[in-house]
């Protein structure tokens, strides 16, 4: 007989094992595969059935919750959308045929049809009544009696493609909208009134909630926040506000990713696939996926499932956990490690305490860190993300602005001892006495007062600012500092707490502000730090320098200065190095130094026992990337006898030579920094470094002028002394500068500047353009007192002569025709004759007069009769190609013993050439370039006569060289040609471009108001030296001169009798 039953029992164990897991009617499988797609479900516990329904199968499903088979389908008439059930029935929304269907659970069917007037996408019950609001768009919400069978829209603002949920207890109806701005509204079904509406971010709403709302009995769920269940403005905290919220039930919420303890609204773990449906008993569990259309039923017969069991029991993947302690590894004596999971945002150091401070918004934490150990001592943890920290008297003030709420904890107790309610979100916090001030997150942001005496909060005037990132106090002061950020104008503004009223405010480049400023404020006592700059504590309109102002300061302390990068020289604002990866938090005490990363999550504590932590020591303590020392000598590198080269680490962005003191002054915005290099030698003799990167150099009267634009300065360097002598501040950036006597002209950096005069006897500017210039170079012409402005990075660019003397606008260019030059760059040049700009050569004292092209290429330098392009040297008279150097220039200079100095931006070196130098006689002519220039005791003659061996007459121009086919006057007035030889004519005629006749005499002047008898002939050259021809008036009589000049004598013209000496008888 045992034998007969254990072969049955095998049997039967063989059977099992081969019938399918996943089946639609099984009896022990915990898993249910659907064929159709479910929508939504309700749990019934008494009848232990799943009602769940299908919109594409336009079906009611019946499923034994014990055993996970499908009892029954019912088909419906409609697509139905939503499902609840109360007392026994069920009512099914069938939205696109306008009815709910109401199902008797008992004997599962449909007893009864509603009939509605609108469709009914959602659905909630209360009483003898049934809400429903419509599918899509902007609708109303509809209320239908049961007993009457009537139906209107209830007293409600319409609302998006909303959701509804039901408080049968207090007869609340919670409609949940979900679009760009959304909101929850708590409506009265008895009093049939609004009673609250959610006024989250400003009442600007949710961004694009899930379209679902819960109530577990205690707390309605939306947006991924719990709610007070009679008070939409207030709300508990938030379970992954990015995730959707789809149930909640015994102490636990369920998102589609994630389960979390209802009480803390700490994750406690992923299902590991993305779920759309859960409903639960006390030791069941029901989860339904679209993905696979699997319902899987977990149950935990001994107990109630909980946060503890939960995770385990669905075989999901275990959230990290927040720890409460954590070792920190020794790497030496002077450096200790603590790696942290979570993510810190914001921390403080109190040397009382020796304890850092560290919030993380992603684990909703704050970290208590010894400051001496670096071990973790202790975490607590927040109903949602905390945004900001500060310290002050023995407590710490977090803001957990999704749910308008500053906590207290007291420092030494380590609790939570107070909640402040706030009128609005605060992101950022300061405090000053009894005062909180806090800012939103969110554009266009207002600024609040909390006053600790009397808990309430009201919004100061601090105008209309952009999106808030930081605050700073001034406690002694009694001045907030606001930081903006992100737009491509931020300000800092100064408010005063003390006059509540603002003080003043940034105006960086002209007012527009700084671009896309990170916004981060950082106060150290003595300067405000903002946008990588550091402000008088006092005056926004007043910054020394920056900080590599693309990076982000984020401490400052013991005179050093500590970006995301690299740390920095306070006072000098020179980079010290870098840490060798990007860093968030630093804080440090006289000796010991904290950063933190994101990147790699670890806190470093670095620890200088012996010494206070400065410029000198900071990097070799934390092991960094010293920055390349800027040189303050360095010898040069003969090549060869006539050349040789210096190497510069330091990008040279545009250089003077100065022949009286044999120097090159170049400057390097990259490295702040000038140059002194000997032009005998070439060795670097000095360097001198600014506190924000020089733009550039011009010298005159024995000083140099050095733009510092980014801070509104002019710099003045005494030549001799070789150092400051005095800072010009300026009403706007001097990107460019020229002077001509008293006055510094100066145009700004970007797109449509204005162009300022500086007087320096009043040391006041004044705006002479408004916004007329497109990134313009400014040249200066000072014998005719004509400033030169020429446009660059536009289709269509033009340059303007201005009189500095006060006529205004005298030309302006007309190119193409009158469409301007076509993206030129920011470059013009004046060599004393001719005006270089967008590859051409243009007339000095008229715009419209082009001269000839440089092949349309820019010049970078012009002197001696040649023009020089990065690769190519011109004649600038022919505006032929002389040479091209197989190399690329980016600064020129020549001297006037024609050594050629050169910089190259490819190797970073300067070269000299005394080549040229080397064959020029102390006294004579010299061949260079195609051109003659003649020198006296080696030095240039210009602007003067000179003969050669022939007793020839030449003429040396401005630049030294020859000049040829030109006519010239000297100081008497008197006009003379130069051939094409160069000589002086003389006692021979010329004839103009205009076929006009001159005649020059024998001293090379040329003759006018006189006869000249020339081949037995006489000839009269009128006032302006023209030969006359036809009738002339002279000394009394009249004369007739033939076409070719030439006088007529003893013949009559035109019926008038002429004598033999020519003159008319009468």
């Not at 034998?3 to 249910?32: C, G, H």
């Not at 409903?279 to 977990?298: P, V, W």
């Not at 491509?488 to 009223?501: A, L, P, Q, R």
């Not at 001159?998 to 006032?1023: E, I, P, V």
Request: some cysteine; charged content about 20%; aromatic content about 12%.
């Amino acid at each position: 007989m045992k034998r007969k039953l254990s072969v049955i029992l095998l049997a039967l164990f063989i059977v099992i094992q081969l019938l399918p897991l996943q089946v639609n009617a099984s009896t022990v499988s915990k898993e249910l595969k659907v064929s159709s797609e479910l929508t939504q479900w309700v749990l019934d516990e008494p009848t232990n059935t799943l009602y769940a329904i299908s919109e594409t199968g336009k079906s009611l499903i019946f499923i034994n919750a014990a055993t996970m088979s499908i009892e029954k389908d019912v088909t419906l008439n409609g697509r139905p959308t939503d499902i609840i059930k109360d007392n026994g029935k069920l009512y099914i929304a069938l939205d696109n045929i306008n009815q709910i269907v109401i199902v008797d659970m008992a004997s599962r069917a449909i007893t009864e049809t509603i009939h509605t007037s609108s469709s009914p996408y959602r659905i909630a019950k209360d009483g003898d009544k049934i809400y429903y609001t419509e599918l899509s768009g902007i609708g109303d919400i509809y209320e239908y009696n049961l007993t009457t069978n009537t139906a209107q829209a209830i007293p409600v603002d319409s609302s998006s493609a909303s959701d509804l949920e039901i408080n049968t207890k207090d007869h609340i109806l919670y409609i949940g909208e979900t679009s760009s701005g959304s909101d929850m509204t708590y409506y009265s079904t008895v009093y049939n009134k609004v009673i609250g509406k959610t006024n989250y971010d400003g009442g600007y709403g949710f961004p694009y909630p899930a379209r679902c709302i819960i109530f577990d009995g205690s707390n309605v769920y939306y947006a991924g926040r719990d709610f007070k269940p009679d008070d939409p403005t207030k709300f508990n905290g938030d379970f992954g506000n990015t995730e959707n919220l789809i149930y909640a039930n015994k102490g636990l919420v369920y998102t589609n990713k994630s389960i979390y303890n209802k009480d803390t609204h700490i994750k406690l773990g992923d299902y590991g696939l993305n779920i759309d449906l859960v409903q639960a008993s006390d030791n069941t569990l029901y989860i339904y996926s679209k993905d696979n259309g699997i319902i899987k039923r977990f149950s935990n017969s001994y107990n109630i499932i909980n946060s503890s069991n939960v995770i385990s029991l669905i075989s999901g993947k275990p959230a990290d956990p927040i720890p409460n302690t954590k070792q920190s590894t020794q790497i030496n004596s002077s450096i200790s490690t603590l790696q942290m999971k979570s993510k810190l945002i914001k921390w403080v150091l109190n040397e009382p305490m020796n304890t850092l401070y560290g919030i993380s918004k992603e684990d909703k934490a704050l970290f208590f860190i010894n400051a001496e150990t670096l071990n973790l001592e202790k975490s607590l943890t927040f109903t949602c993300s905390p945004t900001d920290i500060i310290e002050d008297g023995g407590n710490l003030y977090i803001t957990l602005n999704d749910i308008n709420e500053i906590v207290i904890v007291d420092m030494a107790k380590r609790a939570i001892t107070g909640r402040l309610h706030t009128s609005s979100d605060p992101y950022r916090i300061e405090k000053d006495g009894d005062k909180i001030y806090y800012v939103e997150c969110r554009s266009w942001f207002s600024v609040y007062e909390y006053n600790l005496t009397t808990n309430t909060d009201k919004k100061i005037s601090v105008g209309n600012i952009h999106k808030p990132e930081d605050l700073e106090i001034n406690k002694k002061d009694h001045i907030l500092y606001i930081g903006e950020a992100g737009s491509s104008g931020s300000h800092i503004v100064y408010y005063s707490t003390s006059d509540n009223k603002v003080i003043s405010k940034t105006n960086y480049n002209e007012g527009g502000g700084f671009y896309g400023a990170v916004g981060n404020v950082v106060f150290d006592g003595s300067n405000v730090y903002y946008a990588g700059r550091d402000f008088k504590l006092d005056d926004p309109t007043r910054f020394n320098g920056d900080f590599g102002n693309t990076e982000n300061v984020i401490y400052a302390n013991k005179g050093l200065v500590y970006t995301n990068k690299s740390i920095y020289n306070k006072d000098t604002h020179v980079k010290l190095g870098d840490y060798g990866l990007n860093v968030d938090l630093v804080q440090a005490s006289d000796t010991t130094l904290y950063t933190y990363s994101k990147d790699n999550g670890i806190i470093k504590r670095f620890n200088n026992n012996y010494n206070m932590i400065n410029s000198s020591n900071v990097i070799s303590l934390i092991s960094g990337k010293p920055a390349d020392i800027i040189p303050t000598t360095k010898k040069s590198t003969q090549i060869n006898s006539g050349k040789s080269v210096l190497q510069i680490k330091s990008k040279l962005t545009q250089w003077v030579l100065n022949e009286q003191t044999n120097t090159l002054y170049g400057i390097s915005k990259d490295d702040k920094a000038l140059f002194f290099i000997n032009t005998q030698t070439l060795n670097l003799e000095k360097s001198l470094t600014f506190t924000c990167g020089p733009t550039d150099i011009i010298e005159d009267g024995g000083n140099l002028y050095i733009a510092l634009d980014d801070a509104n300065q002019i710099a003045i360097v005494d030549m001799t002394k070789r150092e400051i002598t005095k800072i010009l501040h300026t009403s706007s950036d001097p990107f460019r500068i020229v002077k001509d006597g008293n006055y510094i002209f100066y145009t700004e950096r970007d797109q449509w500047c204005d162009i300022y005069a500086y007087n320096l006897i009043t040391n006041i500017d004044e705006e002479i353009f408004q916004n007329d210039f497109f990134e313009p170079d400014l040249a200066i012409n000072t014998k005719d007192h004509i400033l030169y402005i020429g446009e660059s990075g536009l289709g269509v660019s033009n340059m303007t002569y201005v009189s500095i003397a006060g006529q205004g606008v005298i030309s302006k260019t007309n190119y193409d025709p009158a469409l301007g030059f076509q993206y030129p760059e920011r470059s013009i040049i004046f060599d004393g004759e001719t005006v270089y700009y967008a590859g051409s050569g243009f007339n000095k004292q008229d715009a419209a007069r082009v001269l000839g092209n440089y092949d349309k290429k820019n010049i970078i330098f012009a002197r001696y009769g040649s023009a020089y392009t990065k690769t190519n040297i011109y004649d600038s008279k022919s505006y032929s190609l002389i040479e091209n150097t197989g190399s690329n220039r980016n600064l020129i200079e020549i001297s006037d013993n024609l050594a050629m100095y050169y910089y190259s931006e490819a190797d970073n070196s300067i070269y000299a050439n005394w080549t040229y130098a080397t064959s020029i006689p102390t006294n004579g002519w010299s061949y260079f370039q195609r051109k003659w220039y003649f020198f006296n005791n080696k030095t240039m003659v210009v602007n003067d006569w000179r003969q050669d061996s022939s007793k020839r007459w030449f003429y040396l121009g401005t630049d030294g060289a020859m000049v040829s086919n030109v006519w010239r006057q000297d100081s008497s007035k008197h006009w003379f040609y130069l051939d094409s030889d160069g000589a002086m004519i003389t006692n021979s005629w010329k004839k103009d471009l205009s076929k006009r006749w001159f005649y020059l005499g024998s001293d090379g002047a040329m003759a006018s108001n006189t006869w000249k008898l020339y081949n037995g002939k006489w000839y009269y050259l009128k006032a302006n030296g023209e030969m006359a021809t036809g009738w002339i008036f002279n000394d009394g009589a009249w004369y007739y001169l033939y076409p070719s000049g030439e006088m007529a004598l003893n013949t009559t013209i035109d019926g008038y009798r002429l004598n033999g000496n020519g003159a008319w008888i009468r």
